[in-house]
């Protein structure tokens, strides 16, 4: 802080001498850096303590073991089958299937969840369909708390089903 | 009476080295880091809306790739070692055919039995492939396994 000090002293003798001049005030560029570094290391900790590095996350499938059989009531199976082209048929029970388009699936899983709590689903994907429709279908079956659901292969009778559906 | 002056000692420290160490140090990681090293198999994963976290340790991931190839790997060298022979020991995966997965499988869970399986399957791969490998993971009962996916906003 003293070297301002001079300074503005310096400029008062050189107006002395020329006596036209305006008087130039300096003013000292010397700043406090001390608030600056307060606060950068205050956001480079508070960064580096909230921070969490971005993991992937997983899906939980249980199946049942090769050999084990459950019975469930009639009423309470929906069969989900998928073609390759990701069209949805459902059907409860033993009816025949219908047809529905995937972007409507959260709803109606969410209806039926809610009508029926007790609904195990079962599951087929054709084999010419992607991953990704697996991954799809078991997210809504998740997003509409439908945890109880198995999955088949699909078979002949299966795709003779389909082809009955409306 | 003459007062003792006392000398006032200035304690106004400059800053600047500090402020330009730690700025260098700062671009210095920031230059270095790596954040995660290159996966030696490619999948585009699916997006779910789970929030599970995967698990850290005793993983046993199974790569299902576009072009429909298999690859098996586990986080810990030795595991790898006693699979796939010593110069398999730091590499993440190895290829694998779907014939020899079960056998694989089945060592693998004697060396290790507390190992957990997830599946990396990429978003294109027919669903026939995948349906064959839940196949032989549930005649070799592992009934619990997970797929590994990316957060969908």
Do not use: C
């Not at chain 2, 999948?43 to 005793?58: A, R």
């Not at chain 2, 027919?126 to 005649?139: C, T």
């Amino acid at each position: 802080m003293a070297g301002g000090g001079v300074d503005a002293g310096g400029g008062g003798s050189r107006q002395r001498k020329k006596g036209k001049r305006k008087p130039k005030k300096r003013i000292s560029v010397r700043i406090d850096m001390t608030p600056l570094v307060d606060v950068a290391f205050l956001l480079l900790t508070f960064f580096m303590m909230t921070t969490v590095f971005r993991k992937p996350s997983t899906m939980e499938i249980n199946l049942p073991p090769n050999d084990a059989k459950v019975d469930i009531a009639e009423s309470n199976l929906l069969t989900i089958r998928v073609d390759e082209a990701k069209m949805i048929y459902y059907n409860f029970g033993i009816d025949v299937p219908k047809k529905m388009k995937f972007d409507d699936l959260r709803k109606f899983l969410v209806e039926s969840s809610s009508q029926n709590p007790k609904l195990v689903v079962l599951l087929k994907i054709d084999r010419k369909g992607k991953f990704n429709y697996m991954v799809d279908i078991i997210d809504e079956l998740n997003l509409a708390k439908l945890d109880r659901f198995s999955i088949a292969p699909m078979t002949d009778i299966d795709l003779k089903e389909m082809a009955r559906a409306s | 009476m003459a007062r003792i002056k006392k000398k006032r000692v200035n304690v106004a420290i400059d800053m600047t080295p500090l402020v330009d160490v730690a700025f260098l140090l700062l671009t210095f990681f920031m230059m270095t880091t790596q954040f995660k090293p290159p996966e030696e198999v490619e999948v585009s994963l699916p997006s779910s809306h789970s929030e599970i976290k995967l698990p850290e340790t005793n993983l046993m991931s199974l790569w299902i790739t576009k072009e429909s190839k298999i690859f098996l790997g586990f986080d810990a060298p030795y595991m790898m070692e006693a699979l796939f022979g010593k110069d398999f020991r730091l590499k993440a995966a190895a290829e694998i055919k779907k014939d020899d997965l079960a056998n694989l499988l089945m060592k693998a869970r004697i060396t290790n039995p507390k190992l957990r399986t997830i599946i990396r399957g990429d978003v294109d791969v027919d669903y026939g492939l995948v349906a064959d490998i839940i196949d032989i993971l549930q005649k070799t009962q592992i009934t619990r396994f997970a797929m590994v996916t990316n957060l969908k906003k």
